[in-house]
């Protein structure tokens, strides 16, 4: 689809109106995408994060996502979105489906037209990548979504092939 595209690259240096982060419940900060997306919005995105409303704890709970001013980023938004962990679900396909599609929707509530998307769950939650790939891909497919821009940063030639070969294989 001429709307999805992928990339080996740095997602903290897209330029696009939201840029999707692969949080923790927490929304402050981590390892993986959201360690490089904290430091690299800087001290700004920490402060917006603080903002949003605790819950139980949480700010953003499994499946779903919130959005945030954007900081140092080339970015309007950062939408922080929490993924699975792979083996703690039942069922982690409809959890970072929902993940995906709450990102998604708050992209269009906020009228974006470029997402810069990360492979969600796919670090330490350990979300198995061509799983993880089909699944994002199937939620980006929807018609809902068609007038999005939706490029996924992916980290290494490796990971670059698993989605690529999803991609290929779903149109």
Same mark, same amino acid.
């Not at 080996?8 to 995408?33: C, E, H, P, Q, S």
């Not at 709450?102 to 810069?116: F, G, N, P």
């Not at 992916?154 to 294989?169: H, K, P, R, T």
């Given at each position: &689809?001429?709307?999805? +595209?992928? *990339?080996?690259?740095?997602? #903290?240096? %897209?330029?696009?109106?939201? *840029? =999707?982060?692969?949080?923790? #419940?927490?929304?402050? $900060?981590?390892?993986? =995408?959201? $360690?490089? *997306?904290?430091? /690299?919005?800087?001290?700004? +995105? +920490?402060?917006?994060?603080?903002?949003?409303?605790?819950?139980?704890?949480?700010?953003?709970?499994?499946? @779903?996502?919130?959005? #945030?001013?954007?900081?140092?980023?080339? /970015?309007?938004?950062?939408?922080? #979105?929490?993924?699975?962990?792979?083996?703690?679900?039942?069922?982690?396909? %409809?959890?970072? /489906?929902?993940?995906?599609?709450?990102?998604? @929707?708050?992209?269009?509530?906020?009228?974006?037209?470029?997402? %810069?998307?990360?492979?969600?769950?796919?670090?330490?939650?350990?979300?198995?990548?061509?799983?993880? %790939?089909?699944? /994002? +891909?199937?939620?980006?497919?929807? @018609?809902?979504?068609?007038?999005? *821009? &939706?490029?996924?940063?992916?980290?290494? @030639?490796? &990971?670059?092939?698993?989605?690529?070969?999803?991609?290929?294989?779903?149109?």
């Amino acid at each position: &689809m001429q709307n999805i +595209l992928l *990339i080996n690259g740095d997602i #903290t240096k %897209a330029r696009v109106d939201a *840029i =999707v982060n692969a949080a923790n #419940t927490r929304m402050l $900060g981590g390892g993986g =995408v959201d $360690g490089a *997306i904290h430091r /690299a919005a800087g001290p700004e +995105l +920490l402060k917006a994060c603080y903002e949003v409303k605790e819950v139980d704890g949480k700010r953003c709970p499994f499946g @779903d996502a919130r959005i #945030t001013s954007a900081g140092n980023l080339n /970015a309007r938004y950062v939408i922080h #979105t929490v993924g699975p962990i792979y083996d703690k679900f039942a069922h982690p396909e %409809a959890v970072l /489906a929902s993940a995906y599609k709450q990102s998604l @929707d708050l992209a269009l509530e906020h009228d974006c037209k470029t997402v %810069a998307l990360p492979a969600i769950s796919c670090g330490v939650y350990g979300y198995p990548p061509a799983e993880a %790939a089909q699944v /994002a +891909l199937a939620v980006c497919r929807h @018609d809902k979504y068609q007038s999005l *821009i &939706m490029t996924f940063y992916l980290f290494g @030639d490796e &990971m670059l092939a698993i989605w690529q070969s999803a991609l290929n294989n779903g149109e």
